[in-house]
């Protein structure tokens, strides 16, 4: 049986270098993440500090606690990156971000705002900017 996929590169039918960049965004995209393990309290710059290492867009915040709730902001410099993301012991994912943008240098930092539960994790996808 012959190989199903060809090899050959034609021109206005394979996938163009913006296409192919765009579905390789895994070998650009980096990950911060924020671990509060324990009680969670209420206060600023949990879960450590970031420099974004680049100007990027933030694309996703992946968070999940161990058990019962927190309500957590993502902050860059002085920019509120995304607001009001509450948490649980189930999976969630936001997608749609307040104010994406993240310049190269800034400190991003994570504030719990609301907090009645166990251990937060959450991850800030940045991809970056061309």
């Known amino acids: 049986m012959?190989?199903?996929?060809?090899?050959?590169?034609?021109?206005?039918?394979n996938a163009t270098a913006t296409e192919h960049n765009n579905t390789?965004?895994?070998?650009?995209?980096?990950?911060?993440?924020?671990?509060?393990?324990?009680?969670l309290v209420v206060a600023n710059k949990q879960g450590g500090s970031f420099i974004a290492p680049f100007n990027g867009s933030v694309v996703q915040i992946y968070h999940k606690t161990t058990s019962g709730t927190a309500s957590f902001r993502i902050k860059s410099?002085?920019?509120?990156?995304?607001?009001?993301?509450?948490?649980?012991?189930t999976y969630?994912?936001?997608t749609v971000i307040a104010l994406p943008t993240v310049t190269k240098g800034e400190l991003v930092t994570l504030d719990i705002t609301t907090a009645s539960g166990v251990d937060l994790v959450a991850m800030v996808e940045i991809l970056p900017t061309p």
């Open 2 to 13: 012959a190989f199903p996929y060809s090899s050959a590169v034609v021109a206005g039918t």
């Open 24 to 39: 390789r965004k895994d070998g650009l995209t980096r990950f911060l993440k924020f671990e509060i393990v324990g009680t």
């Open 77 to 89: 410099a002085s920019n509120v990156v995304d607001s009001a993301i509450s948490s649980s012991s």
């Open 92 to 94: 969630a994912t936001e």
